[in-house]
């Protein structure tokens, strides 16, 4: 009986593998989106725009996985440098 329960709660569970179908893609959470447009600051060279998107992060979300980030990411002398490379390296893969 626990066998069949788990079976059926795993094949009801979401998809959370990429997908081009919009009806299963997966949105991102504010905490992703925060990182995300810090690493578009740092692209521009805006440490401090970087800075202000991180301490918003901290502040609004703190319980996010990011937020946890963000506190280290903070104390860089360029906030979100990393986040850049990341984010182009994952736009060329999806785009393969």
Known sequence: ?????AAA??????YQC???????????TPGEALWLLCG?????????G???TLDYLIERYPSSRE???AVEE???EHPCAGVVEKA???ASASSS
């Not at 709660?9 to 979401?14: D, E, F, I, K, R």
């Not at 990429?18 to 991102?28: G, L």
């Open 40 to 48: 578009r600051f740092a692209a521009a060279g805006d440490d401090d």
């Open 9 to 14: 709660l795993l094949g009801t569970a979401p």
């Open 88 to 90: 182009k390296t994952k």
């Open 1 to 5: 009986m626990i066998t069949f329960v």
């Open 74 to 76: 903070r104390k860089a």
């Open 18 to 28: 990429k997908s081009n179908d919009p009806e299963r893609a997966r949105d991102e």
């Open 50 to 52: 970087a800075r202000r």
């Open 67 to 69: 937020a946890k980030r």
